[in-house]
């Protein structure tokens, strides 16, 4: 039983002025695993005054002073690696297989901005004037259970690299991950109130922070529910914002595509982090000529995957994060049925033997309609729905027909062809022929998937201010 009562402010470790407690919940037993104690108000205005002051100082350092903050960052999360990976297993139930993945990412998000702030520059000559591209002032990071310490580690080594201070409110769900993330920023020995992290709920700590007229911008990470709550509150102070919300990624297989080797990694795909991903290609699009074909294989695939402890090496899908999440996607798989999908594998209830878990089964529908609300509704979930199509066209326009845009996926024989068909997406980023996350390029969604961009240079400049002397 792990029992959290400190928050993070100007250089500390402080206990809150809020008394509320949460409960941390193993979703693989249900049992209690911690309690953490929530920041208020209170703590939350003083976590923005620390960053406030602490901006004068922070913001006139060069960018050779912060490549050093970062390298510390770096050193001391790479020391702590394997508690990062301790803390999702035990936490929110991560498979192994993804959690050493990303625990590994936090040192690529820090290191891809030390690398940036070696060429990236702050003043530039346009026109007959001279340009200054200077931090923007204090940042409020919100950050989701999902993934946690990876999310504070990208949102605050670049908030770090523009020259920003940072109030941080990570998920009450993650105090955890939080918790070995804090120790690891406080060992790299930051000035004071670079970073500040107040851990309680969003409509509390992150409705402090949306609404603070000495917050200068929000970047925010979850659901699209949410964003638009945090977009809407932000206006009235004018705060810029970085929202990376929700996702329905399409997968299309072109009829020239190997399925033996795209359908194992269309459901890899759906099923990353138990399903819980925004990123997760959850709309499979296959031709109708191949559409048996590709039942027959999905089929085989995902009743080969294995569901349990997500401490096992071998272990593919995970616990849903809550009960609520549990139920939520039990409610999704019967309204697929209801519908008229056909269930293709998988379906209601627990595996056997993991009923006192969250434990979901990896679950297909087959013969889905884009109309559908299984697919045009985010599950989080392993839920994945296979639509057919037509012709290239056809595909291209199911994709696209979709309130969302954060991801998609094409898989073709002819790299030429799929990269052309990429292009017609109507999404922030498409992978070709493979899942990859080049953290140079810019991330960020179309629609209401979210509204600006993440890492590299296009990340960078969302967290500085242009000014032009002429």
Request: net charge negative.
């Amino acid at each position: 039983m792990k029992t959290i009562e400190r928050i993070y402010i100007n250089g500390e470790f402080v206990t809150p002025h809020g008394t509320e407690t949460f409960e941390l919940i193993s979703p693989t037993d249900n049992t209690q695993i911690g309690t953490v104690r929530l920041a208020d108000e209170v703590d939350t205005r003083e976590a923005i005054a620390a960053a406030k002051a602490a901006l004068k100082t922070y913001s006139q350092t060069t960018p050779a002073e912060r490549i050093v903050y970062l390298q510390r960052m770096y050193d001391a999360v790479e020391r702590r690696q394997d508690d990062i990976i301790q803390a999702m297993l035990l936490e929110y139930g991560g498979t192994l297989q993804f959690t050493r993945e990303a625990a590994k990412s936090c040192l690529a998000f820090i290191g891809s901005n030390i690398d940036l702030l070696k060429s990236f520059k702050f003043q530039q000559r346009l026109g007959d004037s001279d340009v200054l591209l200077e931090p923007l002032g204090v940042v409020g990071i919100i950050t989701p259970w999902n993934a946690s310490s990876g999310f504070i580690c990208s949102k605050l080594s670049t908030a770090l690299a523009a020259g920003c201070t940072a109030v941080i409110k990570p998920s009450e769900m993650s105090a955890i991950q939080t918790q070995v993330i804090t120790e690891c920023l406080h060992e790299a020995n930051l000035p004071a109130g670079v970073f500040n992290i107040v851990t309680g709920r969003g409509e509390i700590v992150g409705n402090e922070i949306t609404l603070s007229p000495d917050i200068a911008k929000i970047t925010f990470t979850g659901s699209t529910a949410v964003g638009k709550m945090i977009a809407k509150g932000a206006v009235d102070t004018m705060k810029r914002v970085t929202l990376e919300l929700g996702g329905k990624s399409p997968n299309i297989l072109l009829e020239d595509a190997d399925f033996q080797t795209a359908i194992p990694m269309a459901a890899m795909l759906a099923f990353m982090n138990s399903g819980q991903a925004c990123v997760a290609g959850t709309r499979l699009l296959v031709p109708e000529s191949r559409l048996e074909e590709a039942e027959t294989i999905m089929k085989a695939t995902v009743e080969n995957l294995k569901v349990g402890n997500p401490a096992d090496e071998d272990t593919a899908v995970g616990p849903m994060v809550s009960k609520k999440q549990y139920q939520r996607v039990q409610d999704y798989i019967k309204i697929g049925q209801d519908e008229g999908a056909k269930l293709l594998v998988g379906g209601q209830g627990h595996p056997q033997g993991l009923e006192n878990g969250n434990f979901v089964r990896p679950t297909v529908f087959s013969h889905v309609t884009n109309d559908m609300r299984i697919a045009r509704e985010e599950i989080f979930g392993p839920v994945l729905s296979i639509i057919s199509y037509k012709d290239e066209e056809d595909a291209i326009e199911i994709a696209n027909d979709t309130n969302y845009g954060l991801f998609a996926y094409v898989s073709s024989a002819d790299d030429a062809r799929a990269k052309r068909v990429a292009s017609k997406i109507q999404a922030g980023r498409v992978a070709v022929n493979q899942f990859s996350f080049d953290l140079v390029a810019p991330f960020g969604g179309y629609k209401q998937s979210g509204i600006g961009r993440e890492y590299g240079k296009y990340g960078l400049e969302a967290f500085l201010e242009p000014k032009a002397i002429c």
